[in-house]
C-alpha cells in the first residue's frame, strides 16, 4: 500500500495515507460483504439480469470478505510503527482507530441531516454505511497480538496545521457543497 511506501520520517502523511486506504477497503469491500444479497441497491443491480444470481451473490461476498480481511490484517500490521512497546500501545492503536472511525460517523451523519429531500433517510443510509462499512477500522485493536512489537519508541502524529486547515476546508466543503446536495 501507498503509507508503507512514504518514509518514517514522515508519520502525517504515512498515518493519513494508511487511514485513508484502509476506509476506503474497509467502505468497498463491506459494502460487497453486507448488501450482496439485498433486494435493493447497487449490488442488486449487478446481479439481477445475470445468469446463476445467487452463485454471483456469493462471489461478491466472498470478493467483499476477501477485500475486508485483507484490509483488517494489512492495518494492523502496518500500524504497529504507531504503537510502541507493549506498555502503552493499546491505547495508542484505540486513538488511532477508533476517534476517526467514531468522527468520520458523526461527520457523516450530521451532513446527511441536512440533506432536503429526505433527511432521515440520509442520517440512517450514512449512519449505516460509515458505522457499518468502517466497522473493521473500530475492531482492530482487538486483532492486535501479544508478541508483535515494532520498536520502543512509537511514531508520534503530531497536530499539523496544513492537515487541520485541510480538514475544516473539507467539513466545509462536505456540509455546504455535498450535504444539502447539488440543485437538479
Not at 461527520?107 to 466497522?135: E, H, Q, R, Y
Amino acid at each position: 500500500m501507498l503509507a508503507d511506501r512514504i518514509p518514517l520520517a514522515a508519520p502525517v502523511a504515512r498515518y493519513a495515507a494508511w487511514l485513508f486506504g484502509h476506509v476506503n477497503l474497509f467502505v468497498a469491500g463491506g459494502y460487497a460483504l453486507a448488501l450482496s444479497f439485498a433486494n435493493f441497491g447497487d449490488m442488486h443491480a449487478i446481479v439481477r439480469g445475470l445468469a446463476a444470481p445467487v452463485a454471483w451473490q456469493i462471489v461478491l461476498t466472498l470478493i467483499g470478505a476477501a477485500i475486508s480481511f485483507y484490509a483488517l490484517f494489512h492495518g494492523v500490521r502496518s500500524l504497529m510503527p504507531f504503537l510502541g512497546d507493549q506498555a502503552d500501545r493499546v491505547r495508542r492503536f484505540v486513538l488511532l482507530t477508533l476517534v476517526p472511525y467514531l468522527t468520520m460517523a458523526f461527520v457523516a451523519i450530521t451532513a446527511g441531516a441536512l440533506n432536503p429531500d429526505s433527511p432521515m433517510l440520509i442520517v440512517i443510509s450514512a449512519g449505516a454505511s460509515s458505522l457499518g462499512g468502517n466497522a473493521f477500522l473500530a475492531w482492530m485493536p482487538y486483532w492486535l497480538r501479544a508478541g508483535h512489537v515494532w520498536q520502543a519508541e512509537p511514531l508520534g502524529v503530531p497536530r499539523s496545521p496544513l492537515v487541520v486547515g485541510l480538514a475544516v476546508v473539507a467539513l466545509l466543503f462536505d456540509y455546504i457543497a455535498l450535504a444539502p446536495g447539488f440543485p437538479r
